[in-house]
């Protein structure tokens, strides 16, 4: 066996008025995902190095849709180092993604910068980072992620313009943290199982964080105060606008609520 490395280049459907939609399938891999560069004038562009030679990537388009799978031969690779898939994604056109990654192994995802309309994320387990460095340049309906036994990190949520957020986590650890441009009203929910959870609020963010835990109480941080059964920022109560409304509920695991300066950007 001998390693192959496969580039990508894929452009944009050729119908304008279409709103494409990218769907990624891989097995166990790693995967690495950023923005493209201004002068990329392709949708997506990168490397898949399979190191058996005998795993290449399919490439599916169906109108505005596509599709990229990996092999699920596991097998072939368990004495070798995993698959990694590098893309660039362009911002010329908004669109919207879902991801099924089963087994993560070291994903590293930045969706900062790339015009999304909604994103649906699954890991099943290993370890995954994802996040928003920058802003969505496109207001983004919603934004779902589910994380199996998984260590699981979320961060620059207020980047990501989305209406709501949605994150569902079992086993493992769970960190989320909504640093970023809040622009305007967002609704999370975060449901943890068994899952160690910390979850981060910028100072200057105008939130609320109610909770629900069935065994463990929730470890509250300096800066919060109670209000209306919720637990909530200075910004918050002083009336700032926009305004994050976290639904916070666990069932077995540790919970821990904290602020970070570090995080804070200008609204």
């Known amino acids: 066996m001998s390693e192959t490395v496969q580039p990508i280049s894929i452009a944009y459907p050729d119908d304008a008025a279409a709103r494409p939609r990218l769907r990624l399938t891989l097995a166990p891999i790693r995967l690495k995902i950023s ?23 399919t490439v599916q388009t169906d109108g ?60 099943g387990a290993g370890q995954a980072r994802l996040g928003f460095s ?5 207001e983004m309906d919603s934004f779902a992620l ?9 961060g620059g949520l207020a980047n990501s313009g989305a209406r709501t957020i949605e994150i569902d986590s079992g086993a493992s650890s769970l960190r989320i943290d909504f640093g970023g441009r809040l622009l305007r009203d967002l609704d999370a929910t975060v449901r943890a199982g068994m899952a160690s959870t910390e979850i981060v609020v910028p100072k200057t963010t105008a939130a609320r964080v109610r909770t629900k835990t069935a065994l463990s109480g929730v470890n509250v941080g300096d800066g919060f105060t109670v209000k209306d059964g919720a637990f909530s920022t200075l910004a918050f109560i002083g009336g700032q606008q926009p305004v994050l409304t976290l639904d916070l509920q666990s069932a077995l695991g540790s919970v821990t609520l904290k602020m970070d300066d570090a995080i804070a950007l200008p609204a």
């Open 35 to 57: 923005a493209a560069g201004a002068d990329q004038v392709e949708w997506l562009s990168g490397t898949f190095t399979d190191p058996t030679g005998q795993m290449p990537l």
């Open 64 to 123: 505005a849709n596509l599709r990229i799978t990996s092999s699920k031969n596991v097998t072939a690779f368990r004495r070798l180092k995993a698959p990694v898939l590098e893309l660039k994604i362009g911002g010329k056109r908004p669109f919207s993604v879902s991801m099924d990654l089963g087994v993560s192994d070291q994903t590293e995802i930045d969706l900062g910068g790339i015009p999304l309309t909604d994103a649906d994320i699954k890991v």
């Open 134 to 138: 920058s802003p969505n340049p496109h």
């Open 146 to 154: 589910k994380g199996g036994a998984v260590e699981l990190s979320a």
